[in-house]
């Protein structure tokens, strides 16, 4: 298809161990975003990629995530010993750059036990 | 800090009724300002933007909005609800010179026949 595609869908996991969520962004697109919606909550900006930039990291929640974009496309987001309050739906969006319009995946629901 | 309020948790109304949707931000300088909606099992899709210009944007699915600067609010609307326009509304505010979305916690529309 030619939108944002991720995986897995849903992720259980227990506390403790870590997750790696996978999000294949629309092809050309050159920024690509990760985004959290807790139960309750908006959604909340964790990370973001821009071409070759270094990528704006600026609201990951503690030092357990991190994310990766390989070769401008795919990125991968790593979360390290999770906790319980990690349990979210994990989006990712990409697009074109600024001020285009973010085109956002199904996500993957993440639930730590 | 910039923030996105929408005062309205949940609305109901009656299949053919008009909608409005308050969104309120909090942003020094001119915003980007954006609907998404988002359907059960299904990722975020944008409705309407608005960067500069009209102030009254329109959007798809019959939907628009108006930017008052005075009032700090972005306000969605639509003139006749359809049963299919029941999902989760989030209204965002892009930061200058970056495509960071801050979202709202969201208004939850539904629609009674």
């Known amino acids: 298809g030619a939108g944002v595609s991720q995986s897995p869908s849903n992720k259980v996991t227990e506390k403790g161990k870590d997750v790696e969520l996978r999000c294949d962004p629309i092809s050309g697109h050159t920024a690509l975003y990760w985004y959290r919606q807790s139960l309750g909550q908006g959604l909340e900006f964790l990370i973001y990629f821009q071409g070759n930039s270094a990528p704006d990291k600026s609201g990951l929640p503690s030092d357990r995530f991190s994310a990766e974009r390989t070769g401008g496309s795919v990125s991968t987001l790593t979360i390290q010993r999770t906790q319980q309050e990690d349990s979210a739906v994990y989006l990712c969006a990409s697009s074109l750059g600024r001020e285009a319009e973010q085109f956002f995946g199904p996500g993957t629901r993440l639930t730590v036990l | 800090a910039q923030s996105v309020t929408q005062p309205d948790i949940h609305i109901t109304v009656s299949e053919g009724a008009s909608l409005e949707l308050r969104c309120n931000y909090s942003?020094?300088?001119?915003?980007?300002l954006f609907w998404y909606v988002q359907s059960p099992g299904q990722g975020l899709q944008l409705l309407l933007k608005y960067f500069s210009g009209d102030t009254l944007v329109q959007g798809i699915k019959g939907f628009e909005a108006e930017f008052k600067r005075s009032q700090s609010s972005f306000n969605l609307r639509k003139p006749s609800v359809h049963w299919s326009d029941a999902a989760e509304y989030f209204c965002?505010?892009?930061?200058?010179?970056?495509?960071?979305?801050?979202f709202g916690t969201g208004t939850r529309l539904q629609v009674f026949p």
């Open positions: 965002a505010v892009g930061r200058e010179n970056t495509d960071k979305l801050i």
């Open positions: 942003y020094g300088a001119t915003p980007y």
